[in-house]
């Protein structure tokens, strides 16, 4: 099984940045594709970001495109999410997960964190 730990989470300011990491136990994740999500209240939990297992292949949402960096070191078995530019609108938990298929579907996804909190003041 996985153990998936997100971290960096916390306020910051509108155009600000934060990066998020994502540290995995129990087995190495070098044979996943790892994807980043989030939810806020009243909504259902949304695509962010996702990399291959080799972290040959990067894909963003529409929404975080050209503001979010997904990147992975599989030495470190960890996951990283750089968020720039922040928007209030970005304020949300956000999870990282682990997938055997490359998916932007949530269910595909087999191993979930705990979350992370992101809050961005207007």
């Known amino acids: 099984q996985v153990q998936l730990v997100e971290s960096g989470g916390g306020l910051v300011q509108a155009g600000g940045s934060l990066r998020l990491s994502c540290a995995a136990s129990?087995?190495?994740?070098?044979?996943?594709?790892m994807g980043w999500f989030r939810q806020v209240p009243g909504k259902e939990r949304e695509f962010v970001a996702r990399?291959?297992?080799?972290?040959?292949?990067?894909d963003y949402s529409e929404s975080v495109k050209g503001r979010f960096t997904i990147s992975r070191d599989n030495a470190k078995n960890t996951v990283y999410l750089q968020t720039n530019s922040l928007k209030p609108e970005d304020t949300a938990v956000y999870y990282c997960?682990?997938?055997?298929?490359?998916?932007?579907?949530?269910?595909?996804?087999?191993?979930w964190g705990q979350g992370t909190q992101v809050t961005v003041s207007s």
């Open positions: 990399i291959s297992s080799s972290g040959s292949t990067t």
């Open positions: 129990g087995r190495t994740i070098s044979t996943y594709h």
């Open positions: 997960a682990a997938s055997s298929t490359w998916s932007v579907n949530l269910f595909r996804y087999a191993y």
